[in-house]
């Protein structure tokens, strides 16, 4: 573990608390293919930095790692597709959007075709700059027709989107975190359903509405928060495409005022979901947006960058209050 | 405008040694106490900064945007602890500036931004820098500019497509000031390379480029590359180089896992001393 205050490297998982599990995305991974011969695992250069490597184990034969090209990695995906496999593939989410978005909507999406990627380095996931901060990845992905974009919150939804990409027809974009991630989710009680959102806390002063690891986040606020006096509802929406925009307005007509908490630019994203949602619903409620402002995030520790955009506990629980 | 750094043949190679060992230095000093980094990289690149910064390249610390400089362009970002100590070893950033290499709010980052001064580009997304290379180097032909544009970049970046739309763009626009230097360390992020990139001099033949390899280690061999660099054939070079990740320090050199350095706190008193005593 590195010290506190410098930017750790591109391959070093940050420091958690608590309960977590090791590379939940490529455990899971070996899970599913064990049943589903079609599956194979792609990537580009990346292989020991997006946990895919417990399936590279497993299933040696069926690891492709096609070098730093990723632009190539998404066309030979659509190939493998297009001819009966089902590749998952991994990178950094910065290069699969912004290099390599081209080949995602045209080669995979315009023909919907069974390409699963999974992303590594959500929003301030890693200290590295903004060239490996995926802060806008979900703003692009939602814009594709036909792409199914999730933001799992924890090791536990990880695992169960890995499994549930298989069965979601057509190209998939998921926000992976790796390493040791923490459980915050009873993988006993908890069961990610594809396109639906889920309540995960019931409050009558506030609502949030949270994707990503910001769940994770809001529920240790509204922890703190309830020992004030101050009673949260939470909405996870792990799905934001499709968006389940029923639930949010149900969950929104059901409290005073809401907070959105997003590991992601406030534009493009969960915030902006809801605002649609809400408009079309002719529904208006206060809004406190939690998230990253319209600016390029510098390099840094993890902590300290969390700190300084409001992501951290302590940021949520401050928005929350108002 | 004074400019501090020119060409001075014969070239003192001696000297050139002597500052590779004070930008190695530099650099375990910047990694130095930190968990891990891109050391090895920075040390197998130390001897083409060294001639670049203090024998090729002509310029002016003190005045790093003056228009009529020679550029150095670094494609590979994550390369950046090298920059820092070539930029702190000319006078354009404090040496008291080392210490804080990756630290917030530093601007000294484990990855170059062209905010800092004396970097040409924004490197970290990768295989962007041959491109940009190519437009600089336009640039100036047009504007009829007699400054060179240096360019490195690694042998991961030549997976990427980009690397080679950019060097057909060299080739066509005939740019005879442009020079690349390819850092064949043999690693990339997932180990040895995982994609074979060889014969990696016939490919930049194959794409018209003068291209001469050598051993980029080795001070007379990086001069020798520079100064045949210097004649103009009209088109593009392209130095092939074979390096060692962690020159200079034998453990490194040795270490199986060198795309990321890992060290514990422990360790970097020792590994000071081989830099030194490797030196002799
Ligand atoms: C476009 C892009 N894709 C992926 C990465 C992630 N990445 C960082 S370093 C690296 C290895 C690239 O190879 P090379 O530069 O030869 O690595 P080294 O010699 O430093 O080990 C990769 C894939 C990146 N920075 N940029
Ligand atoms: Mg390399």
Redesign the interface.
């Known amino acids: 573990m590195a010290k506190a205050g410098t930017t750790l490297g591109m391959g070093v998982s940050e420091a958690v608390a608590g309960n977590f599990i090791m590379a939940p995305f490529g455990k899971a991974l070996a899970e599913v293919a064990r049943n589903r011969p079609e599956v194979l695992g792609l990537t580009a250069d990346l292989g020991k930095y997006t946990d895919i490597i417990p399936f590279a184990e497993a299933f040696p034969d069926r690891y492709l790692n096609v070098g730093m090209a990723e632009q190539n990695l998404i066309a030979v995906a659509a190939g493998l597709a297009k001819t009966g496999k089902m590749p998952y593939c991994t990178t950094f989410g910065v290069f699969a959007t912004r290099r390599a978005y081209d080949f995602i909507c045209i080669a995979c999406a315009h023909s919907n075709l069974d390409v699963k990627i999974f992303a590594a380095l959500p929003g301030i996931t890693t200290g590295y700059g903004s060239t490996h901060q995926a802060f806008e990845d979900t703003a692009l992905m939602r814009a594709i027709p036909d792409v199914t974009v999730i933001d799992p919150c924890d090791a536990t939804e990880i695992m169960q989107v890995t499994h549930a990409a298989a069965t979601i027809k057509g190209t998939v974009y998921v926000r992976i975190q790796r390493g040791n991630v923490p459980v915050v989710l009873d993988p006993k009680t908890y069961r990610f359903v594809p396109g639906k959102a889920q309540r995960l806390r019931i409050g009558k002063d506030v609502g949030v509405i949270s994707t990503g690891l910001m769940t994770a986040r809001a529920l240790e606020a509204a922890e703190r928060l309830a020992k004030d006096g101050l009673n949260v509802s939470i909405l996870h929406v792990p799905s934001l495409k499709p968006f389940d925009a029923d639930a949010v307005r149900a969950f929104a007509a059901s409290v005073p005022r809401i907070v959105t908490a997003e590991n992601h630019v406030v534009s493009g994203g969960l915030a902006s979901l809801v605002v649609e949602a809400l408009y079309d619903g002719g529904l208006h409620r206060p809004l406190t947006r939690i998230g990253l402002p319209d600016r390029f995030p510098e390099c840094g520790s993890v902590p300290y960058l969390q700190e300084k955009y409001g992501l951290s506990v302590d940021g949520v629980v401050k928005a929350i209050r108002g | 405008m004074a400019v501090t750094n020119a060409p001075v043949d014969p070239a003192p190679i001696g000297f050139l040694e002597e500052k590779a060992h004070r930008l190695r230095r530099h650099m375990v000093k910047m990694a130095s ?6 050391l090895g990289q920075g040390l197998d690149i130390a001897d083409l900064l060294a001639a670049l910064y203090f024998y090729e390249m002509r310029y002016d610390p003190a005045d790093p945007k003056w228009p009529e400089r020679d550029r150095f362009l670094l494609s590979t ?2 390369y950046s602890i090298g920059l820092w100590a070539a930029l702190v070893e000319c006078g354009t950033l404090r040496t008291d500036e080392l210490s804080t290499y ?5 601007r000294l ?3 170059t ?1 062209d905010s800092t001064p004396g970097v040409e580009m ?6 962007q820098g041959l491109g940009q290379a190519v437009g600089v180097a336009l640039a100036h032909k047009l504007d009829k500019r007699d400054a060179k544009v240096f360019v490195e970049l690694s042998d ?2 030549l ?3 980009s690397t080679w739309e950019a060097a057909m763009a060299g080739r066509q626009f005939k740019l005879d000031k442009l020079v690349a230097f390819i850092d064949c360390n043999g690693i ?4 040895k ?3 074979d990139v060889e014969p990696v001099a016939d490919k930049w033949r194959a794409f018209g480029w003068d291209t001469m390899e050598i051993d980029g280690n080795r001070m007379a061999e990086v001069v020798a590359a520079l100064q045949w660099a210097r004649v103009e054939r009209g088109v593009p070079k392209a130095v092939v180089m074979r390096t060692v990740p962690g020159k200079g320090i034998p453990t490194l050199e040795k270490r199986e896992k060198a ?2 350095v890992r060290v514990g706190d422990d360790e970097w008193g020792a590994i000071a001393d081989e830099l030194e005593k490797t030196r002799g």
Request: net charge negative.
């Open positions: 106490g930190k968990g891990q980094g891109y970002g994550h990756g630290g917030d709010g530093s980052d484990m990855s931004l924004t490197g970290g997304s990768l295989a991961g970046e997976q990427e497509g990339q992020a997932d180990g390379l995982v994609l795309h990321f």
